[in-house]
């Protein structure tokens, strides 16, 4: 009887969903979670887990990457409004500062998205079987770039995303999982006490996000 009056309490809540063209939302301010992702056109693909933090615009990513059958280890911390990274290498413990000039994009739905499907990851059939998620698509005025972004409807979490830089070619995905959320150690959006040396290089510059992931 539990289990029935669960379930139909799911579907109420799907069908009425259903009802209401879903609008643009953004994720929650504090979020951990992992990453698979996989640039086509370079034979890319890695692991990641990350941090984020939209109230001060910060990114913790620690990433495990193969690049035509090599594999590195990058552990990279994003500080958006300092125009800050750290490249940190904790095998040997140093770091590399350098310049970071991209602007801060938080996970979002875009404004000016185009809603083109609501769907059921799983099924409705019986309890916590299905996800509800909304599927949106546009350009990013700079860089521009195709998107395809799939977020849930209940709490604007992001289960899947394409990029497609027409310039070049390049398609990005990514697919997300095991997301918490809060962030269970703020000192991950510090930098190590042994990267407090380390001085910016004149040349040495990210000017993506992108960039940071390889």
């Not at 394409?162 to 990514?174: E, V």
């Not at 095991?178 to 990210?206: I, T, Y």
Request: aromatic share 12%.
């Amino acid at each position: 009887m539990q289990a029935y009056l669960l379930f139909s309490i799911s579907l109420c809540l799907a069908v009425g969903s259903l009802a209401e063209r879903p609008h643009p939302c953004k994720s929650p301010p504090l979020v951990e979670g992992s990453v698979a992702l996989t640039i086509l056109k370079e034979k890319t693909f890695g692991v990641e887990k990350f941090s984020y933090d939209a109230f001060e615009e910060r990114v913790h990513i620690r990433l495990l990457l193969d690049q035509d059958n090599h594999t590195t280890y990058r552990d990279t911390l994003l500080l958006y409004k300092e125009g800050i990274a750290y490249r940190i290498f904790r095998h040997n413990q140093t770091c590399e500062k350098v310049h970071f000039k991209d602007p801060w994009k938080p996970m979002e739905i875009p404004s000016d998205a185009k809603f083109q499907s609501q769907v059921i990851i799983g099924s409705l059939s019986a309890p916590a079987e299905g996800l509800l998620v909304n599927n949106w698509s546009g350009t990013m005025a700079e860089p521009h770039d195709d998107y395809l972004l799939t977020f849930t409807e209940f709490g604007c979490l992001p289960i899947h995303s394409w990029w497609y830089n027409t310039k070049d070619q390049t398609l990005l995905s990514l697919s997300f999982f095991d997301m918490v959320l809060g962030v269970e150690d703020p000192e991950v959006f510090n930098p190590p006490s042994f990267c407090d040396k380390a001085q910016p290089g004149n040349d040495a510059a990210l000017t993506s996000f992108f960039d940071a992931l390889i």
